[in-house]
Structure formats: structure tokens, C-alpha cells
């Protein structure tokens, strides 16, 4: 083959490369989260489903990234993404602190309602005023945010941490707890498989009510990442496919 159509085929080649930056430069992308049911859920044969895998497969992939998933304790979840050693990280609700540890990317994709449950029969009482919680036991979620308002009332609470919503709705059925604050979506189903959907009460008002997003790692090294999925998240929501996917998920949106 005579030389000069080789170089003419490489530098051709090498423009169309150039043309092509973001799936040059895409790559795997490790995506975590905990089990967040209808968000973030692993199956049985260890595969990875809810709203936020839909969401980052449709945004993502038209880019060239491939994504991998991976469920992990929620503290440790948030902590891979600090550090950079994951790339995203899938749910969590946005509050002051968080935003010194992560980059939050895009319009929120769901929405929890925060409440306080008891044993049923018994006289705990919530009316939106934090000082008629004194002397009650408060189970809270480890590494979980529930709004400025229960923050700023942290320290004239007794709060006692549990690892997660089934450990704290059996501490509180045995009243090891006299309440435990959590949010509807992660505790309903878990009242309904402990068969204790009449032995537990939701009180109102809510505690709170949270958003939750996508984050990133902070580092320059993320930018063109964040962007990309800005974009794409962006135009998704304007097209009505957020709307459509939570409505198949059953989750409420903003």
C-alpha cells in the first residue's frame, strides 16, 4: 500500500478521534449506594434496580460510560465517594454539611417524607415541638440526614443510633426505643415483612421533608462527569422520562 495513502488514513483517523472526546475519554464508572427500596435495590441474583440505576443507564450510557454498581453501608457508601474512590453516589439528601464533602449534580429525583413511628397504644406525642421529646428514647439511622429543624433540636435529644430501619422498628417493638425517626418509603415495607404494620403508628406532623440527588466527588478530576450528567439528567427530565420512570417505581418526585 504506497505511504502517502497511509498517512492520509491516520491522520484522518486521528481527526475523527479528536471529533470524539467524551467517548474517548469515557470510561467505567462505579456507582454506590445502600439498599434504598424503589432507589437503589439488589436482587437476588445480584443485580442492581430501582429509580436511580434507571436514571444513570439512560443518562450515562448514550455517553460511552459503562456503569457499575455496588451497595454498601450507607456511612461507608458516602465516604468512597469523598474520597474519589467511587464515582457516584446514588440518593442522598442534600443539607449544608454535604455539600462540604460532595458535588450535587442536577435537579433532585425523588422525595421523602421524614416522621417519627411508635408502638401503638402507647403515649408518645408529636405535635412539630421537639420539647415534648425529652426523656423519650429516639432511634436515628447511622450516617442518615433528617432536616435543619430535628439538627438544630440534636442536642437536648436522647438519640440513639441504629444501623439501619429494621434494626431500629425491632428495637422499637421490644421498647428498647421509644420511637425511631425515619421516612415512609424505607420503613413501610419493612413494617409489612416484620409483620408489624399494627403494632407500629406513624405520627404527623412529619419531621421533615427531603429530596434526594445524585452526588459526585468534588475533584477537578470529576468535572467533565458532572457535566455530562447535568446535561443529560437535564434533558431527560424535560422529555418526561423522570415523571414515567418514578411513576413505574412508585416514587414521589418534586
Known amino acids: 500500500m504506497h505511504s502517502g495513502f497511509l498517512y492520509r488514513l491516520c491522520v484522518v483517523g486521528l481527526g475523527l478521534m479528536l471529533l470524539a472526546p467524551p467517548l474517548a475519554l469515557a470510561r467505567e464508572l462505579l456507582a454506590v449506594g445502600t439498599d434504598f427500596p424503589r432507589i437503589f435495590e439488589r436482587t437476588a441474583?445480584?443485580?442492581?434496580?430501582?429509580?436511580?440505576?434507571?436514571?444513570?443507564?439512560?443518562?450515562?450510557?448514550?455517553?460511552?460510560?459503562?456503569?457499575?454498581?455496588?451497595?454498601?453501608?450507607?456511612?461507608?457508601?458516602?465516604?468512597?465517594?469523598?474520597?474519589g474512590q467511587a464515582d457516584i453516589l446514588i440518593g442522598p439528601y442534600r443539607s449544608s454539611a454535604r455539600e462540604a464533602r460532595f458535588a450535587f449534580v442536577g435537579p433532585a429525583f425523588y422525595r421523602d417524607r421524614i416522621a417519627f413511628y411508635c408502638r401503638s397504644g402507647t403515649s408518645c406525642q408529636w405535635s412539630g415541638d421537639y420539647r415534648q421529646l425529652g426523656g423519650q428514647r429516639i432511634g436515628v439511622v447511622r450516617a442518615w440526614a433528617y432536616g435543619e429543624g430535628f439538627d438544630a433540636a440534636r442536642e437536648r435529644l436522647d438519640l440513639i443510633t441504629v444501623e439501619g430501619v429494621e434494626n431500629g422498628l425491632k428495637m422499637l417493638s421490644i421498647g428498647r426505643l421509644e420511637m425511631l425517626a425515619s421516612n415512609q418509603r424505607n420503613t413501610l415495607p419493612v413494617l409489612q415483612a416484620l409483620g408489624l404494620t399494627d403494632e407500629v403508628s406513624q405520627l404527623e406532623p412529619s419531621i421533615d421533608i427531603q429530596d434526594g440527588y445524585f452526588a459526585f466527588p468534588l475533584h477537578s478530576s470529576h468535572a467533565r462527569l458532572r457535566e455530562a450528567f447535568d446535561e443529560g439528567f437535564r434533558q431527560l427530565s424535560a422529555r418526561g422520562q423522570l415523571a414515567r420512570l418514578a411513576a413505574q417505581w412508585q416514587v414521589e418526585t418534586p
Open 45 to 83: 441474583a445480584d443485580e442492581y434496580s430501582g429509580l436511580g440505576p434507571d436514571i444513570l443507564r439512560q443518562v450515562l450510557e448514550p455517553h460511552g460510560y459503562t456503569l457499575r454498581f455496588a451497595s454498601y453501608p450507607w456511612a461507608r457508601a458516602q465516604r468512597m465517594v469523598e474520597l
